[in-house]
């Protein structure tokens, strides 16, 4: 990077690796433009401008003025174009500005008239500037920025009109610790309205310029510098490897297990580019069949293990580590075999890594408005994990509001990744969290029943009614530009397609939906290992009795007749009763093999009453004689042809059961 100080050229030069506030880029224009700006990139003398400023920070020699643009053409912007800068959580930039000429505000004779700075597309300082005595300016700067107002200072037109200085550096609120983490910065400067007149009636000018990034070397992910590429694989008696497909979001690691017998470890490091404090999480499982005590896991700092993992604990473990280091140690992760045989450790995922990696707080831009710009949902990408491989899938670069991509088909009992890649005008920390909605129909399932959330307040949130997917994890990391989020999971049962509405959410409340129809569908037998209940396609759809409409719900009036009542509280206007025969056994047939335990032989006594009592007041008897009530107390005896092992056998008693009753109707009919 071509550095110039005070206009003196220095040449390439190294930014310091270690820094808290470190000038980049600065320059004069005394000696002329440095390279890194492009556009419009005119010098001359500062004229009635000269020693305007704060202490040693004054207008001298040359500044640069763009006067480009007319009624009509929009003017020509000038540019800065920083690359190779250090590792910073935020950027100040520093500079005089002049407004030259008849500058006409906001609603003046020939306006408006504005001035305007972006960093990286990002506008952060948009304000209307009067000169002319004709309009209105709207920026009202904090205490010292403006140096002088509508004073004649020598350019154009005489002395119609005054110019105005400000020292911009010193409006704190705007140009101080703008959030940026890239290793390239643009910084553009232009004028527009539909009162610009440019040339020789109005332009603008800026001097001592000059760029500083804040922070320390900080590094979120496995990128920069601590990309996977400048990482070291060293196996000592093992075959140990690591899978880097998840980079820059998470890394898996595999120990040793070559059946030697003896002991051995995989290492996998890199060295430390400043002081600072690793940080990652960790989730581990001993594939060895007795347990984690033959493969402990952990970190490194310069050959000292530190052991993760509880030795005696469960084949399954998570955790979350923080430890320091100084710049040059080396420092990574640590999976020991300490016999090579019967299965190996894993990490299964190494995730959120970073050395102090802390994101800056996102501003308004510029204090002139809030954001009103959701997050945008830029990419996805599918990937399938089996027998620890990863395979990419469908996906692609995303709309805001329909995208029309290949469907994603998955397997059940497959391990499943789902990588969303997001983006927001005032960078990755305004994003505050991230949604997919899963919709199955949307006439019958609510939106939003099943989910994946992420919200960097509380992690992982999973909706899941209808027991879809099991061992849901969410994994997040950033790029310069980029927030990349992994949730990976195991479907459990085959679905329709599914339909994905994202959603992402900053933290001025900006969102809005990108929706995918179709975009996905679980396909294969349902996964034996869950708990959740199949029901083929062949089978029956029994609806509770309860929720048929005309279950009917006895109950009684005033006067002690029974009334009915559905199941949903309405009173049944058509009642059917249903009427059930009593079944009269035969004398063989004892109480203990009865369907009814003697309910019915109750129901058709209480008959014969009442047709006696009928009988006793008409003319006419409904029957004569004696009633005959068959039942008997004798104990069931089974034929001689029903075994002991039968007695037991439900169906063969059912079965029996029914022929003893076929039995006991025609006896009943012999005998009526």
Known sequence: MQISILGTPLGIIQVPEAYANTSVFSTNFNTGVPPEFSGSTDTEGVQGYLDLGSGTNKFDGDFLRNASGSPGVPQTPTTLMLTGLSPHTSVNISFLFAAIDSWDGIDGCVSPDRFNVKVDETLIFSKHFENSGCGTQDYFPPDG???????????????????????????????????????????????????????GDESWAIDNVEVNVNGNQSACGFQGLYDPANWTLTNTNADGLVDTFGAPASISMTGGNNDSGGEGSTDYTTNAHSNGNVSFDWDYESLDRDGPFFDPAGY??????????????????????????????????????????????????????????????????????????????????????????????????????????????????????????????????????????????????????????????????????????????????????????????????????????????????????????????????????????????SAEIVIPYYKMPYYEIPNADSEGNLIYYNSFGGLEENQVHPHYDPIIYPDDIG??????????????????????????????????????????????????????????????????????????????KRTS
């Not at 105005?164 to 140009?175: K, P």
């Open 300 to 537: 490194l700092v310069n050959g000292v293990f530190n052991q993760l993992t509880v030795s005696g604990g469960t084949p399954t473990q998570s955790g979350s580590v923080t430890f320091p280091v100084v710049a040059g140690d080396v420092f990574g992760f640590r999976i020991i075999t300490v016999d090579n045989f019967l299965g190996p450790g894993v990490y299964t995922s190494i995730s959120n890594f970073g050395v102090d990696c802390v994101m800056p707080i996102p501003r308004s831009n510029g204090g002139n408005s809030f954001d009103v710009i959701s997050p945008t949902i830029n990419k996805i990408n599918y990937y399938t994990v089996k027998d620890g491989t990863q395979t990419g899938g469908a996906g692609g670069i995303l709309a805001n509001f329909n995208n029309n991509l290949p469907i994603q088909i998955m397997k059940t009992g497959e391990v499943q990744r789902l990588q969303i890649s997001v983006s927001d005008n005032n960078g990755n920390a305004a994003i505050t969290r991230v949604v997919v909605n899963m919709n199955f129909d949307s006439v019958e399932t609510k939106k939003g029943d099943t989910y994946f959330m992420y919200s960097e307040k509380d992690g992982l949130t999973v909706s899941d009614p209808l027991g879809l997917f099991t061992d849901v994890k969410a994994h997040r990391t950033f790029t310069d530009t980029e927030m990349i989020l992994i949730f990976e999971f195991i479907p459990q049962m085959p679905t329709p397609p599914i339909s994905f509405a994202f959603n992402g959410l900053d933290i001025y409340g900006n969102n809005q939906n990108t929706n995918i129809p179709d975009a996905a569908q679980v396909v294969g037998e349902p996964n034996p290992n869950t708990n959740n209940l199949i029901i083929p396609d």
């Open 591 to 668: 109480r203990a093999e009865r369907h009814d335990d003697g309910f019915y032989d109750k129901v058709s006594a209480e008959e014969d009453k009442a047709k006696e009592v009928a009988s006793a007041i008409m003319a006419h008897p409904i029957y004569s004689g004696e009633q005959k009530i068959f039942k008997t107390d004798k104990a069931f005896k089974y034929p001689s042809t029903v075994g002991k092992a039968d007695r037991s056998n439900v169906d063969a008693m059912k079965e029996l059961m029914l022929i003893e009753n076929v039995k006991a109707t025609h006896i009943s």
């Open 145 to 199: 920025v403006e140096l002088v107002r509508h004073v004649q200072l020598g350019f154009g037109l005489g002395d119609a009109f005054g110019d105005s200085a400000y020292n911009m550096g010193l409006d704190a609120d705007t140009f101080q610790n703008i959030p940026h983490t890239s290793s390239t910065l643009t910084i553009m400067w232009f004028a527009d309205g539909a009162g610009w007149q440019g040339g």
